[in-house]
């Protein structure tokens, strides 16, 4: 079944999401990966106020292509998750309720998502072709330095997306994995 | 004798950087079409649908397939009666890199050193290896390699007495934990033998035999199908979610080693296997 939904989150819709989900999401995301992570982690230790507001939002964390001129942003899969995990607790401190990446997150994020009602999604890495076509507008908002990894925030329509662990305990790289081991 | 003038290597590496990350090779291509026959999960499927229409539209718009768009590695033979004229070889590779890089709207995945991260903005250093060969042709066989299947790849000293039972143990072992991370479905290449270096350099050399061949020695290709059926027993499945896909093809190559020793190294593959080859005359 595929369920379609709008951003940013609501608590019913974060809900009524499930492990194994199919989603697709319109809305805001912004980007953020390894670099612009430990800024705004740094950031967040020293007292200066994060470039985004990230309260009720949703990261995903990817470092798009260049963009081909006349195009709104180049290639755009996910990257793996895992890297972001050690800031990540800190940023789910600060309101973040979703985000968008590919493999396993360690014990700790996973404890910090359910005691913050956060839901994390994966896309299909190496579908950054494809996704890059759900991808509306883009425009960097902060971190420019950091090029691939600035901050963009991006407006996607029917972005695809799998719910990896939802709010109940579910978790589709266990619970797949276990129904087709042999 | 015969020369290859620098010029001539430094476009035909730009045009093999853009083709690589445009276009999925056949092999993977027919890869992805027959596990979509063979993939009992329905979500698998659905991994597998997308990765079938990100590759056409890849193809079609050029565009990366991936937005990691690699390190590029070259496996280099230079025939030792050819004679590189205009500069030399490295330097014609890095300079292709740049051009394909830049030109082709890749992205730049390379820093200077580990220790500062800063990006050098061109991807280049290239990874080289080169090998001297008879004849006078020169050969390039490029890949550009994702950093996430890499980073979940491993490299292990074994004891002889650990034998192919420890070896093969050892290899699911690391399939297994790389799970979702190393996007599967996923190339496995691994080498057995050589010594600690040389061990890990067979793995990468085995990712660059197209899908489908197997090793020449029966008993290679015999041990590459018995690895791949068990990988595929795993039930990790197409990005981790649980299937009967989570390899696309296995490839082996080994070597002598000494008699104190069994190294194995694990280079894995995501799906975006991408390879290509030219030979200069």
């Known amino acids: 079944m595929q369920k379609k939904i709008r951003l940013p989150l609501r608590e019913e819709d974060i809900e009524s999401l499930k492990a194994g989900d199919r989603v697709l999401l319109s809305g805001v995301v912004y980007t953020a990966r390894d670099a612009a992570h430990k800024r705004m982690v740094e950031q967040e230790k020293e007292g200066t106020p994060l470039p985004v507001e990230l309260d009720?939002?949703?990261?995903?964390?990817?470092?798009?292509?260049?963009?081909?001129?006349?195009?709104?942003?180049?290639?755009?899969?996910?990257?793996?998750?895992?890297?972001?995990?050690?800031?990540?607790?800190a940023l789910l401190e600060k309101g973040l309720k979703g985000m968008i990446g590919k493999g396993y997150r360690s014990e700790e994020v996973i404890a910090s998502m359910l005691k913050h009602n956060a839901v994390y999604f994966g896309a299909v890495g190496g579908a950054a072709a494809l996704i890059a076509r759900s991808i509306k507008k883009a425009e960097v908002v902060a971190y420019e330095d950091l090029g691939t990894e600035a901050i963009r925030k991006l407006t996607i329509e029917d972005f695809p997306v799998f719910v990896i662990n939802d709010i109940h305990g579910g978790d589709i790289y266990k619970d797949g994995v276990a129904k087709y081991k042999q | 004798m015969k020369e290859i003038a620098y010029e001539k290597i430094v476009e035909e590496v730009k045009t093999m950087c853009m083709e690589s990350n445009y276009n999925l090779g056949e092999d993977v291509y027919s890869a992805f079409k027959q596990a979509l026959q063979t993939e009992r999960s329905e979500t698998g499927k659905e991994v597998l649908t997308q990765l079938i229409d990100n590759a056409d539209i890849a193809k079609a718009e050029r565009v990366p397939m991936c937005q990691d768009t690699g390190t590029a590695v070259f496996m280099v033979e230079v025939g030792q009666d050819c004679h590189i004229a205009g500069g030399r070889l490295v330097d014609a590779i890095n300079e292709g890199v740049e051009k394909g890089y830049g030109e082709g709207y890749l992205r730049n995945s390379m820093v200077y050193?580990?220790?500062?991260?800063?990006?050098?903005g061109n991807n280049t250093?290239?990874?080289?290896?080169?090998?001297?060969?008879?004849?006078?042709?020169?050969?390039?066989?490029?890949?550009?390699?994702?950093?996430?299947?890499?980073?979940?790849?491993?490299?292990?000293?074994?004891?002889?007495?650990?034998?192919?039972?420890?070896?093969?143990?050892?290899?699911?072992?690391?399939?297994?934990?790389?799970?979702?991370?190393?996007?599967?479905?996923?190339?496995?290449?691994?080498?057995?033998?050589?010594?600690?270096?040389?061990?890990?350099?067979?793995?990468?050399?085995?990712?660059?035999?197209?899908?489908?061949?197997?090793?020449?020695?029966?008993?290679?290709?015999?041990?590459?199908?018995?690895?791949?059926?068990?990988?595929?027993?795993?039930?990790?499945?197409?990005?981790?979610?649980?299937?009967?896909?989570?390899?696309?093809?296995?490839?082996?190559?080994?070597?002598?080693?000494?008699?104190?020793?069994?190294?194995?190294?694990?280079?894995?593959?995501?799906?975006?296997?991408?390879?290509?080859?030219?030979?200069?005359?």
């Open chain 2, 113 to 120: 050193n580990p220790m500062n991260r800063k990006n050098t």
């Open chain 1, 56 to 89: 009720g939002q949703v990261l995903y964390y990817t470092g798009p292509t260049p963009a081909k001129p006349g195009e709104v942003i180049g290639s755009a899969g996910p990257t793996t998750s895992g890297r972001m995990d050690l800031y990540t607790p």
């Open chain 2, 125 to 281: 250093p290239a990874i080289v290896h080169i090998d001297l060969v008879e004849g006078e042709e020169l050969t390039l066989h490029m890949t550009a390699k994702g950093g996430g299947a890499e980073n979940m790849s491993a490299l292990k000293m074994l004891k002889p007495s650990d034998g192919m039972e420890g070896v093969k143990e050892y290899i699911l072992s690391i399939v297994k934990e790389a799970g979702p991370n190393a996007c599967p479905p996923l190339v496995v290449g691994i080498g057995i033998g050589g010594n600690f270096e040389r061990c890990a350099f067979l793995a990468k050399k085995s990712l660059f035999r197209p899908l489908g061949v197997r090793h020449e020695d029966p008993a290679v290709a015999e041990l590459e199908m018995e690895l791949m059926e068990q990988i595929n027993r795993l039930g990790i499945g197409p990005q981790g979610m649980g299937g009967s896909t989570t390899a696309l093809d296995v490839k082996v190559e080994l070597e002598s080693c000494h008699i104190a020793a069994l190294p194995v190294a694990v280079n894995l593959n995501c799906h975006a296997s991408r390879h290509q080859t030219i030979v200069m005359k």
